[in-house]
């Protein structure tokens, strides 16, 4: 297990993101991945800080400089850098809690860290976060996405695989791999199902029949671009995402009031 606060460095952060990190040495563990468990508590309604309001200045921190150029960040969210009425209508129901990806039931390690007592505040939960989003998953992932997308985009069916297989083998444990690996696959085999496009369709069935299970931010990319959505609002929308739902979980463990969560 390794402690979240900056202070004192997340030890997979490093590890993942070294560039020969492979699958092969991943420490794959034989536990299984307990379902999600509410703590049970008093849920308080004390007036706080918002923190969905605090993640989402990281996140279009994060997302402008990874998908764009200097000279594009200009128009990132407007003109041809924004989300039409239909894409953000798409990425608000692909991203929703309700669509079944099944990501209630993960906690990225917030579990164990409240049980360890890393985090038992708003405080803690948000410095939790923002170690997560920038030197965690979160950060590996927007690399991931943003090539996932662009060789989408690119129709480099090569290319995107390539993405896919080194975002497989990504995580620092078998609960986190899990984790992406299972939602990745949730979602982009209800959005073939319920979206299907030629391509979608076929690159789908070529990651299967190369034995490459999607991630989540993968498995997004990959839908977002091929129906034709703009990376930075979609790299944004599933950062909010991947975010909300860790804060859903940190309302529930820690507990914390429901103010406190927004």
Request: proline share 6%; glycine share 8%; net charge negative.
């Amino acid at each position: 297990p390794c402690r979240f606060y900056p202070a004192a460095g997340c030890g997979f952060a490093t590890t993942m993101s070294w560039s020969p990190w492979s699958s092969a040495w991943a420490p794959r563990s034989t536990a299984t991945t307990p379902a999600f468990r509410p703590r049970p508590g008093l849920i308080t309604m004390a007036a706080a800080p918002a923190i969905i309001t605090m993640i989402t200045t990281m996140i279009m921190r994060m997302a402008m400089p990874i998908a764009m150029t200097p000279a594009a960040r200009g128009i990132a969210m407007t003109g041809e850098g924004a989300a039409h009425n239909g894409d953000l209508l798409r990425l608000m129901t692909w991203l929703s809690p309700a669509f079944p990806v099944g990501a209630y039931t993960y906690s990225h390690g917030l579990e164990f860290a409240v049980e360890d007592g890393q985090v038992a505040t708003r405080e803690d939960l948000v410095a939790w976060l923002r170690v997560v989003l920038h030197h965690g998953c979160g950060r590996l992932d927007g690399g991931f996405f943003t090539a996932a997308w662009q060789a989408t985009d690119g129709d480099d069916r090569a290319a995107f695989e390539a993405v896919a297989a080194q975002a497989d083998a990504a995580r620092a444990s078998a609960e986190l791999a899990l984790e992406a690996s299972a939602q990745g696959a949730a979602f982009l085999q209800t959005v073939t199902t319920v979206w299907p496009t030629p391509r979608l369709t076929a690159w789908a069935g070529a990651l299967r029949d190369n034995d490459i299970t999607p991630t989540a931010a993968v498995a997004v990319a990959l839908a977002a671009a091929d129906h034709g959505i703009a990376l930075v609002p979609a790299l944004a929308a599933y950062y909010h995402a991947f975010l909300a739902n860790l804060v859903s979980a940190g309302v529930r463990l820690v507990p914390l009031g429901q103010t406190d969560g927004q």
